[in-house]
Every structure is written in C-alpha cells, then in structure tokens.
C-alpha cells in the first residue's frame, strides 16, 4: 500500500531540460549547394575557411568520377557489417592502398571517423590498464578512453618533463607490486596535430621515453594525414621515424581525403585484433563503396602530386604571418598547421560573454565574405575545456589574394568589435 | 536434452583439443601461425593474454572462411561472390580471382529491396554526388549542415509521425553518443537483457546506473521482469543514497536482430505510463520492415508514435543507405542538436547518401507516385510468412515472431556451424551463421533476412536447399510437425499441430 503512494508521488525530471532559442548552437548555419572553395552559407556567398578539405579534394572531377562508377556497380549503402557479406572489393582495396601508403603492414577500415579512435582504444586497453594521454586531446579519444575502463593520466600538453614523471611514479608504483605490473598493460594516447591547439607532439622524444620506460605508443593522425610530411604520410615522415616504432596509427579521411570513415594502420600483430574486438568494426555497418571508391582515387591523387604538400605547407606560413599582429586576437597553433585557432587575447571575464563576442567577428567576416566558424565544445563534457575560438582553416585551393583578404578582413573585425 | 548434452561435448573436445595444439606450439612442435611481437618491444608487457586469445586461435580459425566472405556486386537479392581458397587451414587466404555468380543472398539486411545499382534512387544520388561532392569535412554545428540535412530530417519526421528528427552519420554512433547526451549520473536505465552493442556501449558511457531484466524468447520482453525492476526503482530509490532517480529509461529494441522476436510494445508502453518513465525504441531492424505502411513496429501495433520519447532507428537496413536517426518531440530533438556529442565533433552524413534516404523514404511513403514502396512492403510481409511456414513445416527450430523478417534457425552444435555454411556455399546459396560470443555458447544458429526482393522462386530454391542440408547435418530438431498446407500458400487458415 506504502509502495503504491511511494509510485503515485514520484515525479521524474522532464527527458530533457528546455534549450534557450538563442543558444548559440542551436542555430545551424545552412549551406546551400556543396562545401567547396566558395561555399554558399545562410543565403550569402564566402570563401570557404571553415570546412577540413585541406588537399581541396571535396570538389575534385576525378574523385566524383571514381565514386560514381563505384555508385553504378553496387548502388549507394553496403547492407551489413563486414562479417556479414558487407566487406567489399572496394573496401580490401583501400585497406590494401593505405598499408602501402603508409608502409606499414596492413591497415582497418571504419565507417567513421569519430568511431574510429573510439573504438581502437578499448580493443586493446582494458580495466586495470593504464593510459598517459596530454590534456589537449580530442574529444573522440576522451570517450575512448572512457569506454576502455582504463586508468587514465593525464599530462600536460607537449610536456615531456610532466610525462616523465608520471612515468617514474608509475615505476616506483610497480616495484611495490611486480606480478601485477607484469600484466599491466600501458600505452600513451597522444596526436599527431592536435585540433584543439594547432601543434604538434614532439614525437622523437616520445620515442625514447617508450623504450625507457615500455610503454606502448598510440598516434592519432586526423589532422596530420596528409599535411605533415613530404609526402604526405604524417607526422613519422615529417620526423623521419620508422614507422613500426608506432604501434597504432589511427587517421580519419574526412580532413585530407574528403571521404567520410576513417582507418588504423599498423602491424599485422596489432591491427588484426581490432576485426574481431573493435565494436565499431564489428558491430557497424560497413563504408559505402562510393565513399571508399572516393578515398582510393583521392589516394591516387596524393601519390601522384606530392607536391601539394609543400604549397599547402608555404599557405599556411602565409597565413601565420599576416595574421600576426590583430589587436585583441592571437593565433594559436604551429606555423604549417592547417587549422588555426584565434583567441582572444584577454577575456571578458565569463565564457559566454567570450563567446558571444567572436559571434560578433565572425558575423562580421561573414557578411564580407569570409566564411569562418567558431570551434564548437561540449562545455560539460570536455575533461579539459580549451578556451572559446575562432577556427580558421588553410586549403591549397586558396590564393594569396584571398588569404590576404581573409587576414585583412580579420583586422578590420577585430578593430570594429573589440574596441 | 540430448541435444544439449552433445553441444557441449562438442565443445569439450574442441577445448581439448585446442589445449593440445598450445602445447605443441609451446613446445615448437606445431608451427605457430599467428602474427607475433617485435623483436624490439619482446620485453614490453604483453598486448594480448594468451587466455583471452584461447577461442580466437582455436575455434573461430577453423571456421574462419563462414565469415568476412567479400563481395563484387549489389548486395541485392542475388549477389557476386570473390572466391577464396585457404592452403593453411584458413590462417590465410588467397583469392583465385574467380568470381561465384548468383548466389542468393539471405544474409544482407536488405528488408525493402533498395539495395540497388538502377533506379530512381540511384539517379537521384548521382545527380547529388556530382554536385555536392562525396564528404563534408566538417561538423553539423560548424559548417556541415547542408539544406539537404534539413530536408532528410523534415522528411523523417513526417514519416514517423513525430514533430521533429535529427539524422547521424552512423547507426551505432547514434546510441553511443546520444543516450549519454539523454540521462548521466543519477538517472536509471532498464535495459533487455538481449540489447545490441551500440546501446550497451551508450548506457555505459552516460554514468547511469544499469539494470538488467530478462527476454523472454516467446513473449518478447518479459514484462514481469520490466515491472518488478520499475517497482523496485521508484520505491528503493538509488542503492546507496536512496535518493529518488532523477529519471528512468527503459532501451528495448523492435526487432532483436539474433531471435527475431519482436518487442511486446503495447505493454511496455502501458508500463511506461503507469510508472512515468522513458522510453527508447531501438528500431535498427524494424524501420521500413514492419507494419502495414512501412513504419515500424509503432505501425505495427498501431499505436501512437507520440507515446514513444525517443525514437530512434538506422537507415542502413531498409533505405540501402548508412546512418542512423532520432525521433521525438520538438524539445527533445533541439536539446539533441546542441548537446549532442555527434552534432559537436562528429562529421555530419554524405550527400549522396542522404539522397538516397530521402528518395527511398519517399518511395515507402508513395509520394514519388508509383506503389512501388507499398508493394514491397506487403511482399516482404508474404515471404516473411511464407518462409516462417515452410521452415517450420519441415522441422526445424525457428526462433522469433511470426512477422519478423529476421528467422534464426537452431543450429546448436559448434561443428554444424561451420558445415552449414560451407554446404550453403556449395549450393549456391549465402548465409549468416553466428555462434558464440553474440549467442549465448550452446544455441548458435543460421540467420535468414528476408527481402522483399526476394521472388518465391528464390525462396523455393532456398527452402529445397536448406532441406536437404538439414537432412544431411540432422537440423529437423523439432518435435512438433506441423501438417503441410495444401497448395494455398498465402491464407491464413488454421492448420493442425500433432504432436510427435
């Protein structure tokens, strides 16, 4: 009777919480037609300086040609995972293109590129593993480490001194208990160009403190995939690192290969254990052909212009430079990085004012025709929230005339709304 | 039972026999086969326990080639198979180069039929691909969200009945990211024993406390469970504080993709009324396959799709395209659009692919003006049927609903698994067999998917093969014989049960 009343009188909390109208991620910008080089958003022609298409593959005759053959040959979805009459030729194909791409011995293909290091992760690292991953990384590596169970530590960002300790402390944390730290596992997360600082992690180093200490290295290259490097290859090319030295590369081809999925690469040893552990593999529907069929041509392209690398790289210090110097802005992230961040220089004091103040610059770029986007955050979410952005995005299809307009125009904004 | 009692001395064996070979490995008799560690890292701890490996080297090896099969055609109703040889006891393969033409394909998720190279949907796609391109390289909330976004999920929408939807890139994504977006910690989620991974992983992932109740393989969902769980909830409160949960979800599915059973959602909502809870309706399998019009298992029963909070579904089974959805009110879907993990970091849906969407939802609907949806609708529900009857007529153990599209056939026995595929195989015919770890250890069975495109011909075919092959493997399990209609295959007059 008791249990009755107790049912009648609880009341829960509404599903969800109602959401401001004028939150500002609610309001999606609209883009008509395709996000290429000149992108039409909310009605209004830009310069497109906002979407990842660094190779500016997105708009490319051959890539469109290759994905529609593909589309007339097994029409548009795969119908089932890849155990399960969903692999494809085109699928062994890629997956063959990239090892050798990459050197390395075999490759694994996702059917997204956030479910890709999501899912990576806790095929490998367990409960009771231990994890060093920097402060800075992406959020598709913060719900890996999650979903792993594992012990996670964080280090700061690119300090290889905090690093070191955290490893010593774990050294001293072993000798008091060597049978369970025989079958500790233990691994370092880092990435190749962070996307939320525009840097890089300084790989040689990591190197060493691996072999010092035995730990097991995990790379993600979203971003550095076919930017870093002279050919391309990324970050282990751009040190000139073996790459068996990494014991995962884990890379999506929705930046430089303007495909959608993404993929691990690897040796055998490591990477066949993910077909049959990695639940994004096994449990997910396979790519569409198109899309693969889009990612192999684009492949193609890269291997046969490696030259676009180094314009690519020549823009971006380019844009470094014009952009020094914007009163009330700093540019954050390396000199031949891609993906720049603005911040601003001192804040207003809460975040939302933040916000709401680079809404103002890129409202302003905007109607002048530059198409900027400010980096989106889950604030709740985030273990380490980075500071509010304004993201600017490098392509080899821009010209220098509008690389200086978008840094002019970037002056301008900044002049008219932050004095 | 004596069924029973052989699976597992089947399995005995195969365990033994796998210790054996370890052994020998160990010991550098056997050549050992798999890839190995690097010289350098050999001081590392290891990647991989040698326990944890023990079925993957010793049981899935030896039946390898069932699975993975790689295909060069439309996974359509018939489909082109690259043929594979293993010299080494499947620890590698080779391909001939040879192509096995025309088999037919019960195992691709294919429910309606659009898994096409022609057609309006595929022309409607080209046109798409050759103007927005294949990617977007970038977020919905940055500069991903195309018009043909808003256009899908209007249209989606109004398909399900719901005031307003929100598409995703991928189906298992849209669990993993969106129950945590829904309830965190504090909260409380029910979920069927026999849920798919994608939701698992989401519970998991949001911080809230998991309970389990049991699926009951006749009923659907065991509601005494459900309702006892639900009792003891709101009563107890949370374990340690006993503080009132916040909220309570309950996650079912509509069809459960390895019993075909079907989930008794007229209950559950009733349930969920009287208790004030949410639910979340999984309806990966059972969008496009069920109901009269095509739209699920809220069709099905017909109910109101507004009891239902969340629904959610993938389009990678009955639209031949990838992706997955969520429907449900106005609020619930904005909250989703800001707060969403996918909406924030996840690269938003290929055109193309949302052109094919948008096309084949039409189609189902008939708003493209032809009948074609709603005839493939009712021939997938008369195979589905006549399949089921004929299965079932012959002897073996069928798991499921009558209607669902999705018929497990018991299979038991761990050597039969492998056989009844290769046999299969050799007959032409394409299925999907499963044993441990997506069912429990002694019931592995073949899994049938039935397709609207599928002629009775095709199935005829089928069900003379797979006839003989359960002769030959004694698959008829089943004591009950059902007597076989005569010649009036799709009425639904009562038949006699005698039992053996």
């Known amino acids: ?419 | 039972m004596l069924v029973a009692v052989l699976t597992y001395v089947g399995y005995g064996v195969l365990t033994l026999f796998g210790y054996l070979r370890d052994f020998m490995r160990q010991w550098k008799i056997e050549k050992c086969q798999n890839a190995t560690e690097r010289e350098e890292q050999k001081d590392f701890v290891p990647l991989y326990q040698d326990f944890e490996n023990f079925y993957n080297r010793n049981l899935y090896m030896r039946i390898r080639d069932s699975w993975n099969r790689p295909i060069c055609s439309v996974p359509g109703a018939k489909v082109d198979m690259m043929e594979r040889v293993s010299h080494d006891y499947n620890w590698t393969f080779t391909y001939t180069g040879r192509v096995i033409k025309d088999i037919i394909n019960m195992g691709s998720y294919n429910y309606l039929g659009f898994a096409q190279k022609t057609g309006a949907c595929q022309e409607a796609a080209a046109k798409v691909l050759s103007q927005y391109g294949a990617g977007v390289c970038s977020t919905r909330q940055e500069m991903g969200n195309l018009d043909k976004h808003e256009e899908l999920e209007k249209l989606v929408a109004r398909f399900l009945g719901v005031e307003s939807a929100m598409a995703y890139g991928m189906g298992f994504a849209t669990n993993s990211m969106n129950i945590p977006a829904l309830v965190g910690k504090g909260c409380l989620i029910l979920s069927d024993e026999l849920n798919h991974a994608s939701l698992v992983l989401g519970a998991r992932l949001s911080g809230a406390t998991i309970r389990i109740f049991k699926h009951n393989i006749i009923s659907g969902a065991d509601m005494q469970s459900l309702e006892k769980l639900l009792k003891d909830a709101i009563v107890h409160g949370q374990p340690r504080t006993r503080r009132p949960w916040k909220k309570i979800l309950i996650l079912v599915e509509g069809i459960y993709s390895m019993e075909g059973s079907i989930v008794r959602l007229p209950e559950v909502i009733a349930l969920k009324k009287k208790y004030k809870s949410y639910l979340y309706l999984d309806e990966a399998h059972s969008i496009g396959a069920l109901g009269p019009s095509g739209r699920g298992v809220v069709d099905y029963f017909g109910l109101n799709p507004e009891d239902v909070d969340v629904m959610m579904g993938t389009f990678t089974k009955s639209f031949g395209a990838a992706g997955g959805y969520i429907g449900g009110k106005k609020e619930l879907i904005d909250y989703l659009r800001t707060y969403s993990h996918s909406a924030a970091y996840a690269t938003s849906m290929s055109p193309p692919v949302v052109e094919q969407i948008i096309t084949s939802v039409k189609c189902i609907m008939g708003e493209d003006g032809t009948t074609i949806g709603r005839a493939r609708v009712q021939q997938l529900a008369e195979n589905t049927r006549y399949f089921r009857r004929r299965l079932k007529e012959m002897g073996f153990i069928i798991y499921g609903n009558e209607d669902s599209p999705v018929v497990p056939l018991m299979l038991y026995m761990p050597a039969k698994i492998g056989a009844f595929g290769r046999e299969m195989l050799k007959r032409n015919i394409g299925v999907v067999v499963v044993g441990f770890p997506a069912t429990p250890i002694i019931e592995s069975r073949a899994r049938f998917c039935l397709s609207a495109a599928h002629t009775k011909e095709m199935l005829d075919t089928a069900l003379k093969e797979i006839n003989e092959v359960g002769d030959l493997l004694q698959l008829k399990y089943s004591r009950r014989r059902l007597v076989p209609l005569l010649d009036r295959p799709f009425d639904e007059t009562t038949y006699e049960e005698t039992e053996d």
Not at chain 1, 9 to 24: I, Y
Not at chain 1, 147 to 173: P, V
Not at chain 1, 238 to 251: K, R, Y
Not at chain 1, 385 to 396: A, D
Request: charged content about 25%.
């Open chain 1, 1 to 419: 009777q008791e249990k009755e009343e107790l049912i009648e009188e609880w009341q829960p909390e509404p599903l969800v919480p109602p959401v401001p109208k004028d939150h500002p991620a609610l309001n999606y910008n609209i883009v008509s037609g395709p996000p290429t080089h000149i992108i039409t958003v909310n009605g209004k022609e830009c310069i497109n300086f906002a979407s990842f298409n660094f190779l500016g593959l997105l708009n490319n005759e051959k890539v469109k040609s290759a994905a529609q053959s593909s589309l007339k040959k097994y029409g548009v979805g795969t119908c089932g995972p890849r155990g399960f009459y969903g692999t494809f030729d085109v699928h062994l194909e890629l997956e063959e293109r990239l090892a050798k791409f990459m050197r390395t011995e075999e490759a694994i293909i996702y059917s997204y590129g956030f479910a890709t290091i999501a899912s990576a992760i806790p095929a490998y690292s367990k409960r009771g593993d231990i994890v060093f991953v920097d402060e800075a990384a992406c959020f598709a590596i913060q719900k890996g480490l999650q979903a792993s169970r594992s012990n996670i530590k964080l280090f700061k960002h690119n300090d290889m001194a905090d690093l070191e300790r955290l490893l010593k402390e774990q050294e001293t944390e072993d000798q008091k208990n060597p049978r369970k730290a025989r079958v500790t596992r233990r691994f370092i997360v880092v990435e190749g160009l962070y996307m939320n600082t525009g840097d890089i992690c300084p790989l040689p180093e990591l190197i060493k403190l691996k072999y010092k200490y035995k730990v097991r290295i995990f790379l993600e290259e979203s971003l550095s995939f076919g930017v870093l490097g002279q050919h391309g290859r990324g970050i282990t090319e751009h040190f000139g690192i073996n790459i068996d030295d990494i014991d995962l590369i884990s890379a999506n081809m929705e930046n430089s290969l303007a495909s959608i999925g993404g993929f691990c690469c690897g040796r055998s040893f490591i990477i066949d254990h993910q077909r049959l552990s990695g639940q994004g593999y096994c449990f997910s529907a396979s790519l569409p052909p198109l899309l693969a069929a889009a990612a192999i041509e684009a492949l193609n392209i890269m291997e046969d212009n490696p030259d676009i690398f180094q314009t690519l790289r020549a823009k971006c210090e380019w844009i470094h430079k014009a952009l020094q110097g914007i009163s009330g802005l700093k540019v954050v992230g390396e000199s031949f990085s891609p993906a720049l961040h603005l911040q601003l220089e001192e804040s207003c004091g809460s975040r939302e004012n933040d916000v709401k103040l680079l809404k103002r610059v890129v409202d302003y770029c905007m109607n002048s025709g530059i198409a900027l986007t400010q980096a989106r955050y889950l604030e709740k979410e985030e273990k380490c929230l980075p500071p509010p952005s304004i993201r600017v995005v490098i392509t080899v299809e821009q010209t220098e005339q509008e690389l200086d307009k978008a840094a002019s125009l970037l002056k301008e904004a900044a002049q008219s709304v932050l004095n």
